[in-house]
């Protein structure tokens, strides 16, 4: 607790400091750290969307995962609860001092993480200190976008599954659980194939856990989780027939494979009639002529959906697009897997190069470019130097483990490993075509901000293996002091 205080205050501390010593025509409209405001994010519901709609604004007109405008919305409270209307300027400022608090939480975690694995507070604040002056995670913690609550639900998901295959307290996995609900709210990373990998998670857990009275309440919780998590998916299929949480998930499908969207029509587009069984599976409804994918049109339901809960990021084009799309994309799987898995590795080529690169980059922010120390520090986190520093902790890691010990350690913490690859997934397959850019190619990613969802356990590997080093040294250097 004491960690996300103090980091808190510091956080606030430096963006008076900044807002203080900063001409205000260079903060945007004369209060924002970086250019966009939380009302104009993408696939945010404006304020304007949410007010006179109520609540259910948040389920029924969001095709994104609706976590931050649950947070806004809250915040927009005090005015529109007094019969004024919401002001974007307040639900900003308010929304400044929130992600305060989820970067304060953000490098607790990063605290007890490491002091759990080394038993030292020492290297705890180590690695606290590492993320409170990380410019990556300042410029995610005044991005007013659903990102700093991602990566601290995604950083909690991993510190209390470690936890529970650590000690096998059916509480943990629960914990788990309830953190992958609130990363799945603020983030659009939950795919259909988890939910089988997430069913055997819950048998698996069940079967690890220690044999106590509560152990079945525990079970049953994590059931009921699961449901919750995907109650959101399962709200796409029927009202847009697609599983995607993301209006831009066919722009995400075809984009990996490297599908030109232009290269997609309907019948009607090209003057045919559409397939009689326009009901059928998408699989089905979709042949390729003359170089153009021929999909279904989409059924009218999801189109009368669109129109009645239309918002800024939830239109009919919208929903047209990505149902064209997903239909070319899962055709395209089907049909011609190795020119599929080539397109897939053709894509690594342009996410992975983005995830070597400094997160501080991703957008223009008033406060991480005044960090005198930022561009040393993007140095030494990016490109061959983070690899070479993976790399020494690895080779750490197996001097001090043995093969007897990493297959020890491999066994016990297998989830936390698959775990780690279900978040990989969707970050290394980012890139897409951008809507009215696709000459551009497929080449629009966000892998360099959203490769933060997995820096907490990479981090806290690193500072592990260096702990574990430092004390085999201490011992050693002893021990030859000894003798003489």
């Known amino acids: 607790m004491t960690v996300a205080l103090v980091s808190t205050a510091f956080l606030l501390a430096i963006e008076a400091l900044v807002r203080a010593t900063t001409a205000p025509e260079l903060l945007a409209e004369g209060y924002r750290f970086q250019a966009w405001s939380s009302n104009w994010m993408m696939q945010n519901l404006g304020l304007e969307d949410m007010a006179p709609f109520g609540p259910l604004a948040l389920w029924l007109k969001h095709a994104y995962p609706p976590g931050l405008d649950v947070i806004r919305y809250a915040l927009m409270m005090p005015e529109w609860g007094s019969g004024l209307n919401p002001d974007p300027v307040a639900v900003d400022e308010r929304l400044y001092i929130v992600y305060a608090f989820l970067y304060g939480i953000t490098n607790a975690i990063a605290f007890a993480w490491v002091r759990d694995l080394t038993k030292s507070w020492r290297w705890g604040v180590l690695a606290a200190s590492l993320w409170a002056l990380s410019p990556g995670h300042i410029l995610l913690a005044t991005l007013l976008e659903p990102s700093e609550l991602s990566l601290v639900s995604v950083s909690f998901s991993f510190y209390f599954l470690y936890r529970f295959l650590k000690t096998r307290r059916p509480g943990y996995a629960s914990a788990f659980f309830i953190a992958l609900l609130v990363a799945s709210w603020a983030r659009s990373f939950i795919q259909i194939y988890v939910l089988v990998i997430l069913v055997v998670a819950v048998i698996s857990f069940h079967i690890m856990a220690n044999k106590t009275s509560r152990r079945w309440g525990w079970t049953l919780l994590n059931v009921v989780l699961i449901a919750l998590i995907f109650a959101y998916p399962v709200k796409q299929f029927v009202m847009f027939d697609t599983w995607s949480t993301t209006t831009f998930g066919g722009y995400h499908r075809v984009g990996m494979l490297h ?96 995830m070597l690169r400094p997160t501080s980059i991703y957008t223009n922010n008033v406060i991480v470019e005044s960090l005198p120390y930022r561009g040393v520090w993007d140095w030494l986190v990016s490109g061959w130097r983070v690899l070479l520093i993976l790399a020494a902790a690895v080779a750490l890691t197996v001097y001090q483990r043995r093969w007897s010990g990493l297959v020890q350690l491999s066994r016990r913490y297998a989830w936390l490993g698959l775990y780690f690859v279900l978040i990989l997934l969707p970050i290394i397959w980012s890139n897409r075509y951008f809507p009215d850019r696709q000459d551009e190619g497929p080449i629009w990613t966000d892998a360099v901000r959203q490769k933060m969802f997995l820096a907490m356990p990479i981090v806290v590997f690193v500072i592990t293996s260096l702990s574990h080093a430092s004390n085999a040294f201490r011992r050693s250097r002893a021990q030859r002091t000894t003798s003489f």
């Open 259 to 354: 599908l030109e969207p232009r290269d997609v029509e309907s019948p009607s587009a090209q003057g045919t009639n559409a397939p009689s069984d326009g009901w059928a599976s998408i699989e089905d409804q979709v042949a390729v002529a003359s170089g153009t994918i021929i999909v279904s049109e989409p059924p009218q339901d999801i189109i009368d959906n669109a129109l009645r809960f239309s918002s800024r990021f939830n239109t009919q084009e919208l929903v047209r697009d990505n149902y064209r799309l997903e239909a070319a994309a899962n055709q395209y799987l089907r049909n011609y897997p190795l020119e599929s898995i080539q397109a897939l590795f053709k894509s690594l080529g342009i996410t992975i190069p983005e």
